[in-house]
């Protein structure tokens, strides 16, 4: 996946789908400083991405899907909280 065609003539809107799935974390700290670049010049950004830790640190509205329904929508610092809820409701481990 290359992010260089929304650099050479930027987009308003960039949609983005697991971009960090089978990625090697050199190649994903360029994307997600790639992503910071586009999304400081202005393009608004929708990313779909199961990596909470850094997409949270991005975005200025989150929205928390589990099993097709919508359970959050509004700041990332209370998207993690409903994650970590949810979490230990099935028993998953510590966030």
């Known amino acids: 996946m290359s992010l260089a ?3 050479v003539a930027p987009p308003r809107l960039l949609i983005a789908d697991e971009l960090s799935l089978g990625l090697a974390p050199n190649v994903l700290d360029e994307i997600w400083t790639s992503l910071e670049q ?3 010049s202005g393009v ?3 990313v779909i991405e199961q990596q909470v830790d850094r997409i949270l640190d ?5 929205c928390v899907v ?7 929508t509004g700041p990332p610092a209370d998207a993690l909280g409903v994650l970590e809820a949810g979490l230990r409701r099935q028993g998953g481990a510590d966030a």
């Open 5 to 7: 065609p929304a650099f």
């Open 38 to 40: 586009l999304r400081a």
């Open 44 to 46: 608004t950004l929708l």
């Open 58 to 62: 991005l975005v200025d509205v989150a």
């Open 66 to 72: 589990d099993h097709g329904r919508i359970i959050h």
